[in-house]
Nanobody, 123 residues
Framework: VQLQASGGGLVQAGGSLRLSCTAS????????MGWFRQAPGKEREFVAS????????NYGDSVKARFTISRDNAKNTVYLQMNSLKPEDTAVYSC?????????????????WGQGTQVTVSS
């Protein structure tokens, strides 16, 4: 499975972006999906994840109530809607497909990774 993330860019604080992650082939109906981010000089950080059918989600504390993860299995695509962006949200955002049904917060539970898309939020 290859994952292609897109939708990043430069936005002012308070603005919005929607990231997309498309799989090269149909992911297993049991695959959880997640978004992680990494800023320069910082460790990779969990952002959000979603169960295989979209019925359950997890969010990192720093993005709760601002970001929303969703998926469209018919399009093999996962989305991350980011609202009320802050400069501290600046990072490379990567999507990942979980090992089986895993959609937890640990990066070790994800098997396939996309190349990442840059999000820059100016103050």
């Amino acid at each position: 499975v290859q994952l292609q993330a897109s939708g990043g860019g430069l936005v002012q604080a308070g603005g919005s972006l929607r990231l997309s992650c498309t799989a090269s082939r149909r992911t297993s109906s049991n695959n959880g999906m997640g978004w992680f981010r990494q800023a320069p000089g910082k460790e990779r950080e969990f952002v959000a994840s979603i169960s295989w059918n979209g019925g359950s989600t997890n969010y990192g504390d720093s993005v709760k109530a601002r970001f929303t993860i969703s998926r469209d299995n018919a399009k093999n695509t996962v989305y991350l809607q980011m609202n009320s962006l802050k400069p501290e949200d600046t990072a490379v955002y990567s999507c990942a497909a979980g090992l089986g049904s895993y959609y937890g917060t640990s990066s070790t539970g994800y098997r396939y990774w996309g190349q990442g898309t840059q999000v820059t939020v100016s103050s």
